[in-house]
């Protein structure tokens, strides 16, 4: 590709060689100056795809004020491209300015005050600076909407509107997404001009890497079953959780009966979650259990297991979640939990998605699954012990109608 000497240095150092299809279809047209919307499935490559053309454009454009403006719908996300941006910069490229909440206020406004020409921002946080006329956004010439499918699930329709007012009309617009529903297609209709299309795979499917499976239980038997997944499994493992409360409750009982984990949910700070998905990436933890800000969050790519503790609202979720795993063509596996009306549930994601996930068999799990045990002594972390007389307590599934 036709990239600046020290870019394609940069690449190469992180042993990015070979482009992936969303790359090879997306960068070619932006590095035109051409508007695109691109759909592909979660782990392809899709931040590469629109970092490595903001970069060009920031190398043949003179210093001044801010230039390109990456808006996404989470923290953690806005953390990762941040930093996937600061890997591949130059000591003379410009820093990028991150723009999210809970961090330090003064730290990201001495960020753009110091001359950020690209800022990576959610939302909701962005039209705050704006209105405290902390930001100025009328220099951009790049704007990139990453997962804008999820920014609208989130609620941030009315705040995109609005930071779109305050963008010049002529610049270049770049939108990725998982999806493209109605709602989406009518946000980039206003905001895209003759946009080139990309679309690769079904993007409501998983990939094929992955191997998906489900154990229809009673409900008093879904902890102990996951437990058992645990036990048996030597990589890294994400589970998800519905609720905040829920996942709290279920990360607390598996780090009390010796799993290595932690957790994730809107109502941790953001030095918490930040502190969680390192420890987790760096494999510091081997459980990490979320609820859906980590969904489309979390980009690490080594996770062997991801775990449906409980059952997402919508079926599309379900696409996002078993997508942490099998990323950049790794074998992956996914295992959905269900209990009483969640099996409904399931098999009404079947229908929907047109997914056909394997039933497994409460028996061959392992026998403790099925009644209360002491925990193999083998799986203990340290003091093993305080553990020889414990048994595996029931803890209640939630139900959601």
Do not use: W
């Not at 150092?13 to 035109?32: C, S």
């Not at 999210?100 to 990576?120: D, F, H, N």
């Amino acid at each position: 590709m036709p990239l600046q000497a020290q870019l394609q240095q940069a690449l190469a150092a992180m042993k990015f060689v070979n482009p992936t299809p969303v790359q090879i279809q997306a960068i070619p047209p932006a590095l035109e100056g051409k508007d695109v919307i691109a759909t592909a499935q979660t782990g392809t490559g899709k931040t590469l795809a629109f970092l490595i053309p903001v970069m060009e454009m920031l190398a043949a454009t003179p210093a001044g004020k801010v230039n390109a403006l990456v808006l996404v719908p989470t923290r953690e996300l806005a953390i990762q491209v941040h930093e996937q941006y600061e890997a591949l910069r130059s000591k003379k490229a410009p820093r990028a300015a991150l723009v999210i909440g809970g961090l330090s206020e003064k730290v990201q406004i001495r960020a753009l005050r110091a001359g950020a020409r690209i800022v990576v921002a959610t939302p909701g946080r962005l039209e705050d600076y704006m209105r405290r006329k902390i930001v100025d956004l009328r220099t951009v010439r790049v704007l990139v909407m990453d997962e804008v499918d999820r920014m609208l699930d989130m609620g941030f329709l009315p705040a995109i509107q609005r930071i779109l007012g305050a963008l010049p009309v002529e610049r270049q617009t770049l939108c990725f997404s998982a999806t493209l529903e109605r709602s989406v297609q009518g946000l980039l209709a206003k905001c895209t001009r003759n946009a080139v299309r990309i679309s690769l795979g079904n993007i409501l499917k998983p990939a094929e890497s992955v191997l998906l499976q489900a154990y229809e239980v009673p409900a008093m038997q879904k902890a102990s079953v996951l437990r058992e997944l645990l036990y048996n499994e030597s990589g890294k493992t994400l589970i998800f959780a519905r609720t905040k409360r829920g996942t709290e409750r279920l990360a607390k009982d598996l780090m009390r009966d010796g799993f290595n984990a932690t957790m994730i949910h809107g109502d941790r700070t953001q030095s918490q979650r930040s502190s969680a998905l390192a420890g987790f990436e760096a494999g510091k933890y081997k459980v990490l259990v979320a609820t859906d800000v980590a969904a489309r969050g979390i980009h690490v790519d080594d996770v062997a297991h991801v775990v449906n503790y409980d059952l997402p609202a919508i079926a599309e979720d379900f696409i996002h979640r078993v997508g942490r795993t099998g990323r950049a063509g790794n074998a992956g596996l996914a295992t959905t939990i269900v209990s009483g009306a969640e099996m409904i549930d399931l098999r009404r994601f079947e229908r929907m998605l047109k997914l056909r996930i394997q039933r497994k068999e409460l028996g061959k799990v392992s026998a403790n699954a099925q009644k209360k045990v002491p925990i193999p002594i083998t799986f203990a972390r340290k003091n093993t012990n305080t553990l020889k007389s414990r048994t595996l307590d029931r803890l209640p599934g939630e139900f959601f109608a």
